[in-house]
Structures are given as C-alpha cells and as structure tokens.
C-alpha cells in the first residue's frame, strides 16, 4: 500500500481554494498523491458550486428539459429551439452577482460579455441582451453607488458590442443591500449550418486558444462566486475581471466566420475558470483527454505562473478543438480580426487533463474528476415549516385596519386610495424604471419591435443574414418574431418557495402571451442563500420543484441556466444575512406573425376595458386561484409589512387565460393588454393609462356597502389576471367568445377615455374610489428613481 506524505498545505491555504477538509481528501484519494499548488486551484474552482452545482444538480434533475421544439438542452453552452422556417434560436441566462458587488461596472459588464460568448459559442449571433437586477434601498448611498454602476456597466459593454438591451426588470428590497443580484439573458440567431458542441474529438486533433490575451484579472473568480461576501470581500477586487466590448465584437464576427468554414470541431468559452474549465469540460464531454501548454499563451503580463494561467478569467477568450491540418485557416481568420490565434494543445486518448509548463509536466488531472465526477450533495429537507414562514401564515387581512370608499388609515394618518396609489406608483420597483433603459441602446440592429417601457414583454423581429444555412422560406415572406422575458417575484418565493416559485413561470408566461406570444421554453438563473444551511436548502428545493411542476404545466421545458448560491452578506457582527430566495426565469415565446402584437397602452378613446381571469366576484368565492393583499407591494409599502402568502396558481384557468389573451390578439380583437402584477389592478390600470396619456373610467361593479375590502379589490395581487382593451366595435364577438372560452372568469370594467379624464376608478353607484389625472401619475411614475438619485454625485 502506497504511502501518502503529510499535506504540503496547511488548513488555512486549502480553505482559500473553497475547498472542504473532506474534499481535499477525496482529491488526494483520487490522485493518489497530494496536489500541488496549480491542480489545487483547478479543483478549487471546479468544485465550486459555481462550476460543478454540487448542492443544486440533484435538485435540478427534476426539471422538464425535453419537448417538440427543443434542439439543445442543459449541459451545453446555451439551449436551442426550433422556432420554424428553418431559423433556431440560442437563449441563456446567468449571474454576476458577487464581481457586481465589489466593482459594479466591471462586474456587469463582464456579465454581459460572458453570456454573449455562450451565445455565439453556439453558432448564433447575438440579436438580443435582457437582465434581471436587485439592489437594495435606493434611499442608501450605497445602494445607489452599486445600482448606477452596473446600469452603466450594462450599457457600456451592450451598446460598444452592438446588441441591443430590449427589455427586464429591477427590483428594490433591503435584502439585496450588501448583495445585489445581476442576471443577464441573451437570444441568438443561429448561422451555421450545424449546432457547435463542446465536446472534443479526435486523437491528434490541434486545440487552438483565441481571442484576447491572458492576464491576472478575474483570478479564481468561481471560487469567489461561490463564498458568502463581507468586508474583506472588497480585496477580491482581482477576482473581477475586465472586459473589452469592441474585442467582444471582433470575436463574434471571427468566431461565426471560422465555425462557418466546417473546420471547427468544438469550441468553448473560457468563462468562469478559464483554462481549467475549458480543457477540463471539453475533454470530459468529448470522452477524451487534451494536452495544453501555457508557453503559447499569450499573455498580457510578465512573470505568470501555471496556477496563475489556469484561474485567470480573463475576459474575450475561447478554446477551439479543430480538425487536424486546418489549424492555419482558423489562425489567419482571427489574425485578420486583429485577434491572439495559436495552437496551445492536442487531443490525447488518456482521458486527462495535462497541462505543460516550460517543458514540464505543471497538472495532471482525469478530466472527468474535474468537470464530471464531481461532489454531489443531497441533504436532508425541513420537516417543519420555518419559523418565519409559520408566523407570516399566521398573519391574515383581519390584521390590517378597517378600510372604507374614502380610504384607510396607516400610521395614525389617513389616506386616500388616490394617495396609495400614488404612493405606490413612486415606489422605485413599480415605478417606470425609463432611466435604466434610456442608457441602453435598445434599437440597434434595428429589429426591436417593442420597446421597453411599452410591454409585458420585448418582441425582436427575426432577420436572418441570405446566407443564413436551412432557411425554408425567402426573408421577404419572413413576418415572424421572437418575445423574451425575465421575471420573478422574490416576495412571493420568499414566503412560500413552492407556490412563489409556481407564480414566477406563470408570470412569465403571461407577459409572453400579453405581447401575443406563444411560450416555448425556459432558461433560469436560481439565486439563494447558502445551501449549507437547512432554511436556505429548503427555499432552494421547494422553489425547484414548484419551477418544474410549473414548467411542465407550461410545455416550457428548461433549456439551462445558472445557479448562484451562497448570496449573502456578512454584518459587522459576522452574521450571515442572505437575499430572498429569487429563482429568476427567463422565457423565449414565438410570434409568428408580428402584425399580430400589442403592448401594455390603451390606443383609442371608447375602446372597452376588460379584466380577464380573476374577478371581485369569483375571488370571494374562495377559488383556488385568487388574489391575495398577503405578499403584496401594497402591504409592504403602505403597511410595512411582509407577511402572508402569495396567491395559489390554478393552471387550467391560467392557461385558459393565456389562451383567450393570445387568440384576441390573433384575431384583431384585443388592442392592449398587461398583467396585473405588483400594486394589482389599480396599478395596471395606472400604467396602461401612463403607457398610452390616455385615461379610464373603471366601474368595479361592487356598491359603496361593499362588504369586502375596497383595498383588495383595488391592490390584492395574483391570479391569472390579464387587462385588455377591445375597440367598441368587437364588443359583441369579443364578448361571445369570453363566455364561450372563460365561462364567468371575465369582466367588463369601463372604457378608454380622454387624457384629461385621468383614471377615474368608481363603485356601480357612482362613488369614486380613486380619481387622478395623468400628470400626478405621470410625476410619481415617471421621475421615482431619477429623484432619489438626485443628490447622488457619481
């Protein structure tokens, strides 16, 4: 029996790789020999529930990830869907979360950069960036160094690289505040004739490293993604890496040229862990082994070390695996693009990672111990309920104070129903988020039909190159168009994993069907605390498996995406706080004909104002889908308190919704439609006013008597609840196929008035709840963020 020497490295030294005590035994158990420096970085990084989702893949093994229009599911760079004619589309969503914290425009500018490569990794070419942001008060300074940031981050990498940031969503909680969270979607459009895969092959094939030079930045940037954030966490500083968008560029074109010349066997982003991850993934994928030599490298800085090539995440590189012979035809390619292109290794046969280094051997790893055959945890769930989730269930309406017609009192001061919905349209998560998206250039490439701001989702038109391979009909017949969204109600998952996160894909859903959409898939970014703790395990369970019951309810199957755990922050007294628990989801929908769309905003004057899903009457009527004040924007903001559950998703009347929505748009019916989401049906029906200056006058069929709560009926949220107008003319047929289609799930609320009518919401005996011009919104509405980041000097 061999001996094993003492370790060469102390506790301390294995803790800073973010690996266990019992995994660094394991590593030596399967090297038989202790590691030294460099394969200890590479299983630091690797092992990461970045890299290797060792808490999270048996969790995920539950989603639905096979359908019909599914070409390339989970395990590869990015997922792809058949959306007809012979077009596919790329689609992924991921994280930055960690890098955005300690430098905020690099962190996600980076973010932007590194999903654009999983993208045309592919094949495709971008045509589309959206993201999902949290941050914390945006009354803290800190908060709004963090925000402005990586708004600019996020414009600065998209517009210089020329893809258009169409659409998303921003969200404000204290919980975020010492994290926030940076997810960031991209679509592509594929131009070769062939998906591109990462597996290698082929004995003796060369391996190519392109792009950009290799540095020191973003060094073990896995590993820090995978660790709780403190104080210290702002001298990992070096663990955020520095993008080049007009490189970005470059490599796009070079990268599409050369996988069009058929000599490109695989390729691979070198993202999170860089060189490691590369050769590791591609090796194991392929079943085979590569040898690399870091003497090729071009680098960037002098006096580099094999541990300091391998971690780097130096940003606008990749790893080709091409056929052998042929290596000098993709060379000159990336020459001629003003980009780095040399052979740096082969493909072997010993399934291993060996890694060369000045003429000898620096790592040797099996590939599969790397990016396969990596730890797996499957921990035990809660059998009770948390004790935060056990009190907020105990909270009902009855704890609110009485309300009347006039209004409610809260904090001794009596408001008007005009004053909270004022109040809650200056809240900066419901309020126009137009000084974000302003800063992004969202009609480049000039295929943005809908433009943020105007809709429930973006909507990009389909316009592929002539040459584009496969294409079934001629791009002058082509009318069709593709509607992203990303979405999730934190809230909601927060107080009730299961059901918040069953209302996320239904949300997400709906948005598409709200532009006219068809929903086909999902791609979702899981952002929780640590798993290690048995209240953080059990969000992320219960949230998954609630996204996959969801998903097949849907016919969304899930595509891939990202996971990021551990997203907490330590206090001054070294307590962990994490985020909410906020499983983002992000859906691709096809519309096959985009004269055949709408957005949120009324369009004429006397067009007739419908409510579909959920009514006054058939919430208290205690159905499965309801509308709930628990969990609401209106009960945090003007009650300050989160408590409650979210509304229960009945999926028959969801998809029935859906449905009705989609086919009225089809037909011409239905001119505007929005769901009614945060701040519920008054708010929806403030924004399609603001969306088109147009006002409306809502009469809620209930009496002023009425017996329920006037603040339900105006700000309650859930439901499968859709807001659309119908000209006055398809009145009769619109309403003929709601009862056919909706039975009584439908109701008529008013008609589109002037813009000096403002909102005008009524009971049937003509006292008015709410009345409120357009201006007051628009002022609320409109300059929320712009005025609390007044008096921020950047």
Request: aromatic share 8%.
């Amino acid at each position: 029996m061999t001996t094993i020497s003492e370790s060469p490295f102390s506790p301390a030294e294995i803790a800073d790789e973010g690996i266990k005590p019992e995994e660094y035994t394991e590593i030596v158990r399967r090297l038989g020999r202790h590691p030294n420096k460099a394969e200890l970085g590479m299983f630091g990084v690797m092992w990461s529930e970045h890299c290797c989702y060792k808490n999270s893949r048996p969790l995920l093994k539950q989603f639905p990830t096979t359908g019909k229009r599914i070409l390339v599911g989970p395990g590869e760079n990015a997922g792809v869907v058949d959306i007809g004619n012979g077009l596919k589309l790329a689609f992924k969503i991921e994280s930055h979360n960690h890098p955005s914290a300690v430098e905020p425009f690099q962190g996600a500018a980076t973010g932007v950069g590194g999903i654009l490569r999983d993208i045309f990794t592919m094949g495709a070419r971008p045509i589309a960036l959206l993201n999902s942001l949290r941050f914390g008060d945006l009354e803290d300074p800190k908060t709004q160094r963090i925000f402005t940031g990586v708004v600019a981050g996020i414009s600065h990498y998209g517009n210089c690289v020329g893809v258009p940031t169409v659409g998303g969503e921003v969200y404000f909680d204290a919980a975020y505040s010492g994290n926030p969270l940076v997810n960031v979607m991209a679509l592509g459009l594929m131009e070769t004739p062939d998906i591109v895969k990462s597996g290698a092959s082929g004995f003796g094939n060369p391996v190519l490293y392109v792009g950009s030079t290799t540095g020191r930045d973003g060094m073990g940037g896995a590993s820090f993604a995978s660790a709780e954030l403190s104080d210290a966490s702002m001298d990992d500083r070096p663990a955020v890496q520095v993008g080049d968008p007009f490189m970005e560029k470059s490599l796009i074109e070079a990268c599409l040229e050369a996988f069009k010349t058929g000599a490109v066997v695989a390729a691979q982003d070198m993202g999170a862990a860089g060189i490691t991850c590369s050769t590791s993934e591609m090796a194991a994928k392929g079943g085979v082994g590569i040898e690399f030599d870091l003497d090729q490298i071009p680098a960037r800085e002098s006096g580099m070390i094999p541990y300091e090539y391998l971690l780097s995440e130096s940003q606008e590189r990749m790893l080709f695996v091409a056929h052998k012979g042929r290596e000098q035809e993709l060379i000159d390619i990336f020459h001629r693009w003003g980009l780095q292109a040399v052979v740096a290794g082969t493909v072997i046969a010993d399934p291993i990672v060996r890694i060369l280094f000045k003429g000898q051997v620096a790592a040797e790893i099996p590939a599969d111990a790397l990016a396969e055959n990596t730890p797996l945890y499957e921990r035990e769930l809660l059998t009770d309920l948390p004790e935060y989730v056990r009190e907020a269930r105990a909270w009902t309406v009855e704890n609110l104070p009485a309300c009347d017609v006039t209004g409610i009192e809260t904090g001794r001061i009596w408001k008007s129903w005009n004053d909270i919905l004022l109040i809650l349209l200056n809240t900066p998560t419901i309020a126009s988020k137009s000084w974000v998206y302003r800063q992004y250039d969202h009609q480049v490439q000039n295929n943005t039909v809908l433009l943020p701001g105007g809709a429930d989702a973006a909507v990009v038109r389909l316009r592929p190159l002539e040459d584009t391979p496969n294409l079934t009909t001629s791009i002058e017949n082509l009318n069709s168009g593709v509607a992203a969204t990303v979405d999730c109600n934190s809230r909601y998952v927060y107080l009730d994993p299961f059901e918040g996160a069953k209302a996320v894909v239904a949300e997400a859903a709906r948005n598409l069907s709200c532009v006219g959409a068809e929903p086909l898939a999902v791609t979702d970014n899981l952002n929780f605390g640590s798993p290690e703790k048995p209240i953080g395990y059990w969000q992320l369970a219960s949230a998954c498996r609630g996204l996959s019951i969801a998903c097949q309810e849907f016919s969304t199957p899930v595509t891939g995406g990202n996971v990021s755990l551990y997203n907490e922050t330590l206090d001054s007294m070294g307590n962990p706080q994490p985020i909410y628990p906020t499983p983002v989801v992000g859906m691709v929908g096809l519309i096959e004909d985009l004269s055949k769309i709408c957005g949120q905003g009324w369009q004429n004057a006397g067009d007739v104002i419908y409510l579909l899903g959920v009514t006054v009457q058939s919430n208290r009527e205690k159905n499965e889908a309801r509308i709930e004040l628990g969990a609401s924007e209106y009960l945090a903001t003007i009650h300050n308190t989160i408590a409650g559950q979210p509304g229960r998703i009945d999926f028959d009347l969801e998809r029935a919704v859906q449905k009705v929505c989609r086919e009225g748009i089809r037909a011409g019916w239905v001119l505007s439609a929005h769901d009614t989401a945060e701040g519920g049906l008054a708010v929806a029906l403030a924004e399609s006013c603001l969306a088109a200056k147009l006002g409306a006058e809502i009469d809620l069929a209930i009496g002023a008597n009425y017996d329920g709560r006037f603040d339900e009926v105006l700000f309650a949220e859930g439901g499968a609840r859709i807001l659309v107008s119908v000209s006055a003319e398809k009145q009769q047929v619109w309403e003929s196929y709601l009862q056919e289609h909706l039975g009584e799930n439908w109701q008529k609320l008013g008609v589109v008035s002037q813009e000096e009518k403002g909102l005008q919401v009524a009971t049937n005996d003509h006292h008015l709840l709410i009345k409120v011009s357009i201006k007051e919104m628009s002022d609320r509405y409109n300059f929320a963020i712009s005025n609390r980041l007044a008096s921020y000097n950047r």
